[in-house]
């Protein structure tokens, strides 16, 4: 009976089941399933993931890490301009702009677009990290470049390099107007200087030490004189490098002119005496000495000597025809100038100075000149619309050598206002000229008069003077009189 129940229990899962399978070839084709799956069939959550992370890295927002600068070069030298650009699809553009259109709508010419060369000067060349590179660098290329980028969103940021390029100042030429570098005095002189170089140089004018204020490409000079003729220098300077110069000589033809030490000489018979006369003429001028109405000719006692513009009259063994009056004469084909100079026994005059000292006072100084001692000097002043000269003698002191100075000092109280003086001196042979008139000025005393000042003159004795005053010394003793009489009649 028990065998009978087995064999029921087998036949039974034998018709459920089947037939039996492999392990093994069950399990190989579960993996190839698998395997199947995972290639061709991914799960839509790792799509999805993958597709956002493409449009993060489209939609990144497109940079410029570069800044923009400023770049100063010099003439022929080779600078490049960065532009860093951090994106993906961009289109990089380098444009070049005048200075003023920074700012401005005006986009200016395209150079470079992405790698293609669009309308680049020949000294221009893009690189492989998409700076611009200038070589032999020239004026020219001077001004402000962009670098923009664009990608297909629209984005478009953008920099700017400002390029400034110096060149040292260079002097093209300086001239006169009709190259002429020969004027006669009262011509007008026009001196043209033309300098290049960048930033534009700024042109001065120099002669000698002396700087024109004028600045400019054009220097004029109207109703020129002898002293005008010289060396004039161009100076270029824009401050890259050492400034640039030229230099022209300019003469100026001009009639003589003529200078004497003194017009008046003091000498004596058997002394020996010398006349100068300085001569300054463009071109030389032919000088003569003239006395009497004659020229004087060289002998063993009277000589003309001259050196440079020197034309001196050297007298010896003097004799009482020699004094008078000599003529120092010059002439070039401009015309003729004459000097006059007085020979005399009497004293003469050489100078006349004017000061004023820290107390306000006036001092006037006289020099003199004399072969013979001095005996006597007077001046005489007045304040100006008076008729009468008031008269000092002041004192003498010798200088050597025949000078004398003769000084006087007005104290504080001369009256304020405007004076004229004229002064004279003295020897054995008597009183010289008058000199010519002198104007001074007394001005108002800040400080007032001392108490105990007294009025008057320093140095020497005045002929008229103002009104006396009563000391207080007097006045004390006229009242101690008037007191001692009445105790008398009482």
């Known amino acids: 009976m028990e065998l009978k129940t087995v064999a029921f229990i087998f036949i039974l899962l034998y018709t459920v089941h089947g037939k039996p399978t492999d392990s093994t070839q069950d399990s190989y084709d579960y993996l190839q399933n698998d395997n199947y799956e995972d290639e061709n069939e991914q799960p839509a959550e790792y799509e999805e993931e993958e597709k956002d992370d493409v449009n993060e890295e489209n939609n990144k927002p497109l940079v410029i890490t570069t800044l923009g600068q400023e770049f100063t070069a010099n003439l022929s030298a080779t600078i490049v301009l960065p532009c860093t650009i951090v994106g993906k699809n ?26 293609m ?12 990290d998409g700076s611009l590179e200038i070589s032999n660098i020239h004026p020219q290329d001077e001004g402000v470049y962009e670098c923009a980028a664009m990608d297909t969103a629209n984005n478009s940021p953008k920099i700017y390099h400002k390029v400034t390029v110096t060149v040292q100042p260079t002097i093209d030429f300086l001239m006169t107007k009709n190259n002429r570098t020969s004027f006669k005095s ?10 290049h170089g960048h930033p534009k140089p700024v042109i001065s004018w120099h002669k000698g030490s002396k700087r024109f204020e004028v600045e400019g490409e054009t220097l004029t000079i109207n109703n020129i004189k002898h002293h005008d003729a010289g060396t004039y220098k161009c100076l270029a300077d824009n401050k890259i490098g050492e400034p640039a110069f030229s230099h022209i000589n300019i003469k100026v033809d001009f009639k003589p002119v003529i200078t004497v030490e003194r017009i008046s000489v003091s000498s004596e018979n058997n002394s020996e005496t010398e006349l100068q006369c300085l001569v300054h003429s463009e071109p030389k001028a032919a000088v003569v000495w003239i006395k009497d109405n004659g020229n004087i000719v060289s002998s063993p006692r009277v000589q003309i000597v001259s050196k440079d513009h020197e034309y001196n009259l050297v007298l010896k063994d003097l004799r009482d025809s020699d004094f008078g009056v000599y003529t120092c004469s010059a002439t070039n084909y401009l015309g003729n100038t004459k000097k006059h100079i007085k020979l005399v026994k009497t004293p003469a005059i050489v100078r006349i100075t004017k000061s004023r000292t820290e107390a306000n006072e006036v001092v006037l100084t006289w020099e003199v000149q004399s072969k013979s001692n001095l005996s006597d000097h007077e001046f005489v002043y007045r304040k100006k619309g008076e008729q009468k000269w008031k008269r000092i003698y002041p004192e003498v002191a010798p200088m050597g050598d025949e000078h004398y100075s003769v000084k006087y000092t ?10 004229e003086t004229k002064m ?14 002198v104007d001074f000025q007394k001005v108002h005393n800040k400080h007032g008069h001392h108490k105990d000042q007294k009025k008057g003159h320093k140095h020497g004795k005045v002929t008229e003077s103002s009104a006396s005053s009563v000391t207080p010394t007097a006045l004390m003793t006229s009242i101690a009189l008037i007191t001692f009489l009445q105790s008398l009649r009482i």
């Open 186 to 195: 009262g011509d007008t002189l026009e001196l043209t200087c033309k300098a």
């Open 117 to 128: 060369t669009v309308a680049p000067s020949p000294n221009m060349k893009l690189l492989e």
């Open 424 to 437: 004279r001196s003295a020897n054995a042979y008597g009183w010289s000229e008058y000199s010519d008139v």
């Open 90 to 115: 961009f289109v990089r553009i380098w444009r070049k702009k005048r200075v003023t259109d920074q700012n401005s709508e005006k986009k200016g010419p395209i150079l470079f677009q992405s790698g």
């Open 410 to 419: 007005f104290e504080k109280n001369l009256d304020p206002g405007d004076y």
